[in-house]
């Protein structure tokens, strides 16, 4: 039988996988992504952050509409109880003071009621949390429904970044 950390060690790297597929079906269509991306101020948007550094799953560049940038962020919690406020944290202080960019979270592991999903789902504003999945099959057939990017896009995304940072993104 396997322990609580082994099955943690187990549902991270299935996680990894996961966010791996998402990044390139994303890159197969053109979009620049980079995983785990940190965000080296210890302050955000002039926030301040529990600690030196913010790292993010992915964040893609170009998506129509939001071309600076799109985080994806996901959080998996095995257990209830404080799972709660640390969502809640998540999502209002760091998603939507802290991070630069629009976000797309990802949550899973507890088993999460049709209420709890309401809740969580009306905390989307279109702005900074512009939607919430509770799976990652979820976060799969979205990235899959995106169309491939435009060379207006392409044009508009090289644009905007050095060319070294380019170079990072395609990598």
């Known amino acids: 039988m396997q322990t609580q950390g082994g099955r943690a060690n187990t549902s991270g790297k ?3 996988a996961i966010i791996e597929c998402v990044m390139q079906i994303l890159k197969s269509k053109g979009y620049p992504v980079i995983s785990h991306y940190k965000f080296d101020d210890a302050m955000l948007n002039g926030e301040p952050i529990h600690s030196d550094s913010l790292i993010v799953d ?17 959080k998996r919690q095995d257990s209830g109880g404080s799972t709660r406020e640390k969502i809640y944290y998540h999502i209002d202080h760091v998603i939507k003071k802290c991070l630069p960019y629009p976000t797309i979270l990802v949550m899973t592991g507890v088993k999460w009621t049709r209420k709890e999903k309401r809740e969580y789902s009306r905390m989307i504003d279109g702005e900074k949390l512009i939607d919430i999945f ?6 799969l ?6 169309p491939a990017i435009t060379n207006s896009q392409a044009v508009k995304m090289n644009g905007d970044l050095p060319l070294i ?3 990072l993104f395609n990598e």
């Open 14 to 16: 299935n996680a990894e």
């Open 58 to 74: 992915i964040l893609i560049r170009g998506l129509e509409g939001m071309e600076p940038g799109t985080i994806v962020s996901s």
């Open 134 to 139: 509770f799976s990652y099959e979820g976060l």
């Open 141 to 146: 057939k979205w990235a899959e429904a995106i």
């Open 165 to 167: 940072q380019l170079a």
